[in-house]
C-alpha cells in the first residue's frame, strides 16, 4: 500500500520541481511562402546584446527550423549560435551548435535578421 501512494507524490514532487520550459512563438512575417516567428519567451538581454529563439516553416513542406541567434544591438552584427531543423512529421532532422566558433557578421538591410533586429533592439534602424 505506501508503494502505492508514494509513487504518485514522488512523480508530483518532481513534476512540480522541474524547471518549466515554455515558448511564445509570434508570427512575424512570412516571405515566399516562408512562414517566420520568434520566441518571446526566450529573449534575453545583456548589454547591448540580444538573444533569442527564431523559427521559420516552409508553407509547402511544412518543414521546420529554428535558429538561436545573438544580435549586437550597437554595432549591427549578429552571430547564429544552434539551428536545428525538423521533418514536417516533426522528427529532428540536423542540428549544429556554433558556441566554439561564433561567426559574427554584419546585418544585412532587409533581411529578416535585420527585422528581428529593428524588433529587439529598439534602435529604429
Known amino acids: 500500500m505506501i508503494k502505492k501512494i508514494f ?25 515566399k511562402n516562408v512562414h517566420h516567428y520568434i520566441d518571446f519567451e526566450s529573449i534575453d538581454t545583456d548589454d547591448s546584446h540580444v538573444t533569442y529563439w527564431s523559427k521559420f516553416i516552409n508553407g509547402d513542406t511544412k518543414a521546420e527550423t529554428k535558429n538561436k541567434w545573438t544580435i549586437n544591438c550597437t554595432n549591427g552584427t549578429a552571430t547564429l549560435r544552434e539551428l536545428i531543423q525538423y521533418s514536417s512529421d516533426g522528427a529532428i ?24 533586429k529593428k524588433l529587439l533592439c529598439n534602435t529604429g534602424n
Open 7 to 31: 509513487f504518485p507524490i514522488t512523480a508530483v514532487f518532481f513534476l512540480l520541481s522541474s524547471p518549466a520550459f515554455s515558448s511564445e512563438w509570434v508570427y512575424v512575417i512570412s516571405l
Open 93 to 116: 532532422g540536423e542540428s549544429y551548435k556554433y558556441e566554439d566558433n561564433l561567426e559574427w557578421k554584419e546585418i544585412t538591410p532587409e533581411t529578416i535578421v535585420a527585422s528581428f
